[in-house]
């Protein structure tokens, strides 16, 4: 397959790497290694897809572009519609009468432990899931309140908070409650650089992100009727570990398993393995960003709701 990587931030340069020998030109207007400034200046002959990494305000249109010339797309998360569904609608309409894949990457699905906790829960050995409580967090304040457009807006909801979501949908499918704003809060940032929400529903559903961590940090704690799980760090901030508790009856020290990984981050290869498998096969991920965008979208009414007081 052949790929055009379009964007060379961050993202971008580790996309291109993993591309490798599929990729054929890359796109950005500012970065003087990019081959091309625009998508439109590469030849639509010449590539069968294209992995976006730009700022969320230029997703939609690139993507109608990309879709609508029959390409299958990558796009960096989050996929966003600040007013409501109807943009991410007309893309998977696109994608579907031009027979093209457009998938949105939550690279985290691939991470080994993530993808440990959703075959625990799925196999039903934890019996009935309590709730779950995750934090992600990363020091990157400074560099978000410095750059030409990340700090703004919702400010790390949509940037860390698109992960957690992504991930409760991962593990326990959509939510039987709404998310419910529980602080957001503009420490050293022009938009949140701290933000917790939830759903209290069935599993309770806590979360909490922030660009304050000067020690980038994730982790996961899941309380069941037989047990608990829990995970500590990503591989790229290693080592990471899973732990499974089984609890003991009437009450006492439970059983316990960990796992510990000491590893580079494998998810950016796999991701775009998986990517070519779908363009394969012809599967598309735009439900579940409508559904997040719906979420996203709810909880940012509720910060500036919230600012307005």
């Not at 996929?79 to 579907?96: F, T, V």
């Not at 400010?155 to 949908?169: E, F, K, M, N, W």
Request: glycine share 8%; with cysteine.
């Amino acid at each position: 397959m052949r790929v055009v990587v379009v964007g060379l931030g961050i993202q971008g340069k580790k996309r291109s790497a993993v591309a490798g020998s599929d990729l054929v030109a890359t796109v950005d207007p500012a970065v003087a290694g990019a081959t091309q400034k625009h998508i439109a200046d590469v030849p639509l002959t010449s590539y069968d897809a294209a992995l976006v990494c730009t700022p969320d305000e230029a997703k939609v249109e690139l993507l109608t572009y990309l879709l609508g010339n029959g390409k299958h797309v990558l796009v960096e998360k989050p996929l966003l519609a600040e007013a409501g569904n109807q943009p991410i609608e007309k893309l998977r309409a696109l994608a579907k009468a031009k027979k093209a894949v457009c998938y949105t990457a939550y690279n985290h699905r691939f991470e080994p432990h993530l993808v440990r906790m959703r075959e625990v829960i799925a196999s039903g050995m934890l019996g009935r899931i309590y709730s779950a409580r995750l934090f992600y967090g990363n020091g990157t304040a400074r560099l978000v309140r410095d750059s030409a457009w990340r700090d703004r807006g919702a400010g790390v909801l949509p940037d860390l908070g698109s992960h957690l979501i992504d991930t409760a949908l991962f593990w326990f499918g959509r939510p039987t409650a709404p998310f419910r704003l529980f602080s957001a809060s503009c420490f050293e940032n022009r938009a949140f650089d701290h933000v917790s929400f939830g759903a209290i529903g069935s599993p309770l559903l806590q979360m909490e992100l922030t660009l304050l961590s000067w020690r980038n940090h994730f982790y996961a704690d899941v309380l069941a009727e037989n047990g608990s799980a829990h995970i500590q760090s990503l591989c790229k901030w290693g080592p990471t570990s899973f732990t499974l508790r089984r609890r003991v009856l009437p009450s006492g020290r439970p059983d316990e398993d960990t796992v510990t990984l000491v590893q580079s981050d494998p998810t950016w290869a796999l991701e775009y393995a998986d990517f070519k498998r779908r363009c394969d096969s012809g599967e598309s991920n735009l439900d579940n960003d409508i559904w997040i965008n719906t979420a996203l979208n709810d909880l940012a009414a509720q910060t500036r709701a919230e600012s307005a007081r």
